[in-house]
């Protein structure tokens, strides 16, 4: 790669067009253009909304770079990604440690606003953990078209984001359009999230949930155990290891031969479902319905940190709450956003 | 801590099921209508509810989505409190009127079939390389054999004349976008059977399947568990290059009945190749549901015998 911008992007006079916000030279896993909440209203049709799997990080890296929250921006799985950058702007990094992010060669902090011009070179490394999502917002947001009225990349749909699919070395994704230069900020350190190789889940229990669907014995093993993340989790659903429950039926009666087995429901987004023996989390792509019982749902305050799970590595435990300790920690969860409990930067 | 996920039961009352509430985390409710049978009266209720809901929303409310017998409510915490939105779902309820005078918005669309074509075997072929070599429902290159043997059918001629004979009521869309999941308005037709064991890793788009109670179309290319019958032409496409995609990318939606007519794998391929160049015309009529007539013409029975269908 050279220093120098391309061509057909550095025409300053005449009718050239406007160079675009960055030009990928190293895609990583499968990085993709997400926005928050995401694609609203077409469950019924089979679609999740899609969106950032860690929607915390995507949302304060929004706001770091002077955007509405809910702003299209990257999702980098394990943090591997370079581009070259061609506007005038700012940019935010927030989610996994260790990708050690550098521009132009040198070190630029996560969680915090960074100017950028163009030429800039952003080199993030393979985020060997804690974390596993890494986020990258620019000033303005990627203006790619809204497709079913979101901007939010669907994998399994291949709608949204830049072409339906993940980025390849090479795209040019517009945006970063010329404005004024939002306030430079930092999430404190007492207010990011924290990051570990264990983690601790809320649920809140059901909606299959003893003695009807499960018993009581298998609902406490299920709290108890430490859960390893299986390698071949995704945005469609993070599995867990496999797991030989005790059921209250021998078989699921009318819906199938297994007892994990329910006569079709639509399934609530972060809701754990048994597929036989293997319990897994439903992610922002996961299937939308399906013949098995949901024992337990993750509450809003901590999807995010199941989009932080890093497969084949991370652990997770499941804490039971219930409906009334769920308002005030989404309300803690949430307090970091507002750029008035953010520190400025000179 | 709530000692159980049940927020509210109402009913059985005035010639309505039992609804039970169920907590789905702290931004969705689970409403459930009757027991845990299969009755297709239950999912006219589901239509006929989330109809409702789509007209009147209660204040709040994100969007809800259907199951067979349920419905998943999504709101904003935000916006209203999960008792005030049960209240309003209970109002809803008490407003639907008696299930045998509901008529439901409907639609008859027929599609042609190519029982036991290339690209189900192909699924089989690679299923069988790469995933379970000694599973007794790919025996012969394709799953008929074992549909025929799980549904009882004397022969597949019989199979395939039970499918083409029977209009099929869609009962929800989801797991993948647009995905159909249809059951025989027919009691008692017998196509139940039990699904892949483990997963096929990939299907053909346009293939039919059968798992469980269920018959299902594939609308992308993706793994699934039904077994194969045949393929029809696409129900989704998403960039909107036929006229019949032009306002809505999803062809089947819930509560439409779906007709297939037997055609021959060649003139299947013509056909695909039609909806490819926005030649084909898809057959689809306006035609409301009377939940009256079809209890009339069926029975109030629940609608089929018990399924077979495997996790």
Redesign the interface.
């Known amino acids: 790669m050279t220093g120098t911008d391309s061509p057909r992007h550095t025409g300053s006079g005449g009718n050239a067009p406007p160079p675009p916000a960055i030009e990928v030279l190293d895609p990583g896993v499968q990085t993709t253009v997400q926005e928050y909440p995401g694609r ?8 999740f909304p899609a969106g950032p799997a860690d929607h915390l990080a995507f949302r304060l890296a929004n706001v770091l770079a002077g955007n509405p929250e809910g702003t299209a921006a990257l999702e980098i799985p394990a943090g591997r990604f370079a581009a070259r950058l061609r506007r005038r702007g700012t940019v935010a990094l927030c989610g996994a440690d260790g990708a050690k992010p550098t521009l132009n060669g040198r070190a630029v902090p996560l969680w915090e606003s960074v100017p950028v011009a163009p030429g800039d070179l952003l080199v993030c490394r393979t985020a060997r953990g804690p974390g596993f999502r890494l986020y990258l917002a620019v000033s303005g947001g990627f203006t790619v078209p809204r ?2 009225g979101s901007r939010a990349t ?1 994998t ?4 949204g984001g830049f072409e ?1 699919r993940a980025l390849v070395r090479g795209d040019l994704l517009d945006g970063m359009p010329a404005g004024p230069a939002p306030a430079r900020l930092r999430v404190p350190p007492p207010l990011r999230p924290v990051y570990g190789r264990h983690w601790e889940v809320e ?7 003893p003695p009807e669907f499960f018993t009581e014995e298998a609902w406490a093993q299920f709290r108890t155990t430490a859960w390893r993340v299986d390698l071949g989790s995704d945005r469609l659903s993070t599995r867990l290891n496999a797991h030989t429950f005790a059921w209250p039926r021998s078989d ?7 007892p ?9 987004l ?2 754990v479902v048994i ?2 023996d293997v319990p897994m989390i439903l992610g922002p792509d996961g ?6 019982a ?1 024992v337990a ?5 901590a999807v995010w940190r199941v989009g932080q799970l890093r497969p084949g590595h991370d652990t997770v435990r499941f804490r ?4 009334e300790e ?2 005030p920690l ?1 309300r803690h969860m949430e307090y970091p956003l507002d750029p008035r409990h953010l520190e400025q930067l000179p | 801590m709530a000692a159980t996920a049940t927020i509210g039961v109402t009913g059985p009352a005035g010639g309505w099921p039992a609804v039970t509430y169920r907590q789905a985390g702290d931004q969705y409710v689970m409403i459930e209508y009757g027991e845990h049978e299969l009755d297709l009266r239950l999912n006219f209720l589901v239509v006929s509810v989330l109809d409702r809901l789509t007209t009147d929303p209660p204040p709040g409310l994100v969007e809800a989505a259907p199951g067979l017998r349920s419905i998943l409510v999504r709101f904003d915490p935000r916006r209203t409190g999960r008792d005030a939105l049960i209240e309003r779902l209970r109002a809803t309820h008490d407003a639907q009127p008696d299930i045998t005078s509901l008529v439901l918005p409907s639609r008859v669309i027929t599609l042609p079939i190519a029982f036991d074509d290339t690209s189900c075997r192909e699924a089989v072929r690679r299923y069988v390389t790469t995933i379970r070599p000694d599973a007794a429902n790919t025996a012969g290159g394709s799953n008929i054999d074992y549909i025929v043997e799980q549904t009882g059918f004397p022969t597949a001629e019989a199979l395939y004349a039970a499918v083409t004979g029977t209009e099929l009521w869609t009962a929800f869309t989801g797991f993948a976008p647009g995905l159909p999941f249809l059951l025989p308005l027919e009691p008692g037709l017998g196509l139940s059977v039990p699904k892949y064991n483990p997963t096929r890793g990939w299907t053909a788009e346009g293939s039919v399947g059968l798992g469980g109670p269920c018959a299902a179309i594939y609308p992308v290319e993706s793994p699934g568990s039904y077994q194969l019958l045949g393929r029809t032409v696409p129900i989704y496409d998403m960039v909107g290059h036929h006229p019949a995609f032009a306002t809505d990318p999803f062809l089947v939606r819930p509560a439409d009945r779906v007709h297939f007519t037997r055609v021959s794998e060649r003139e299947l391929r013509d056909a695909r190749k039609q909806v490819f160049e926005g030649r084909y015309r898809y057959r689809i009529a306006e035609e409301p549901f009377s939940v009256a007539d079809h209890l009339a013409r069926w029975g109030h029975d629940p609608s089929r015998a018990a399924g077979t269908g495997a996790g």
Not at chain 1, 203 to 209: A, E, L, N, S
């Open positions: 609203l209203g077409l469950q019924r049709r089979g679609l497709v079913l669907h399994v749909g291949a709608i339906g649920v809140m229990r059901g909606p299959h949930d699921g009666g009318v819906a199938g031969s297994h994990s087995n329910v006569l079709d429901v639509s399934f609530p972060g809701g597929n036989g299937p939308t319905s399906g013949g098995f949901v749902t993750v509450v809003h305050a039971e709450i219930d409906a769920a308002v989404a």
